[in-house]
């Protein structure tokens, strides 16, 4: 039976919206290439040793690169991020640009988002906006409806050192790349500016990119829906927040300058 994308988005915990931002492709190319010539202090090249096999990161920067700035007031994403989540309200979290180089085999180990950040909200959604064309064999892939599981598990840094949190529940990730046929996978190919939206719980990991003619440029904007608040994980998150650790304890309400609400119509 046909589902919506709203429908798969509740129901599966993640949906594929195509074309979506093909008109902002080269904005966000533009925020990607400013972003790796003026890094930000998150900046991670998880490949260091292996320039062959490029993977990298960085995240939090959109109040400083004007074209991720632009994309978050002026493009449609807050609006669509709402409607899918079915809030009343959208803002934002932050964004986060990950880069993979031509051919490069450095894996997205699988994970699930919510463990890493130190927030919540009734409602969650990542909108991943690939900028280079993405076949089926080096796209992200989703375990279909893993956001129900009612679950979190231990976040896990992209190179495979836990992080620490005290007095959180809970346990490792069960091991579904090796059984992946007990699991509902998705994933698609990708054109630059389909966008994949997914709920903060929905189980997600990456091949590497066995493209030769193309890189694997994606951002991230992630948004959160109706009352969010601040979480302490008892230890560092990612993002991390040191400042507003000291400042915040878990159930406030987030600061409108750094997670702001953003207008819809
Ligand atoms: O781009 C990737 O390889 C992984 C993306 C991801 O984990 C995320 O956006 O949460």
């Not at 925020?31 to 790796?36: F, L, T």
Request: glycine share 6%; aromatic share 14%; proline share 8%.
């Amino acid at each position: 039976m046909f589902k919506t994308e709203q429908e798969m988005f509740s129901q599966d915990g993640v949906t594929v919206i195509r074309g979506l931002f093909k008109d902002w492709v080269e904005l966000l190319r533009q925020g990607v290439e400013i972003n790796e010539q003026q890094p930000g202090p998150s900046f991670r090249d998880y490949t260091p040793d292996q320039p062959q096999n490029r993977f990298w990161a960085d995240y939090c920067n959109w109040q400083r690169i004007q074209p991720f700035y632009d994309f978050v007031y002026q493009s449609p994403a807050g609006q669509i991020a709402k409607n899918l989540m079915q809030s009343r309200d959208v803002r934002l979290f932050h964004e986060h640009v990950l880069v993979k180089g031509r051919n490069s085999s450095k894996i997205t180990p699988w994970h699930h988002d919510a463990p890493y950040y130190p927030v919540s909200a009734k409602q969650t959604l990542s909108m991943w906006i690939p900028l280079d064309p993405i076949s089926r064999e080096s796209s992200i892939e989703f375990v279909a409806g893993s956001h129900r599981w009612n679950k979190h598990f231990k976040a896990q840094s992209f190179n495979g050192q836990y992080y620490e949190h005290q007095g959180m529940q809970e346990e490792p990730l069960p091991d579904i790349e090796g059984q992946r046929e007990q699991y509902n996978i998705l994933g698609w190919e990708l054109e630059p500016g389909d966008a994949i939206a997914f709920d903060y719980l929905t189980i997600h990991g990456a091949p590497g990119n066995l493209s030769n003619e193309h890189m694997r440029r994606a951002v991230s904007f992630r948004w959160l829906g109706d009352d969010a608040v601040y979480v302490n994980r008892g230890g560092k998150t990612s993002p991390d927040y040191p400042h507003l650790n000291a400042l915040l304890k878990t159930g406030d309400p987030l600061p409108q300058d750094e997670f702001p609400f953003i207008p819809t119509f």
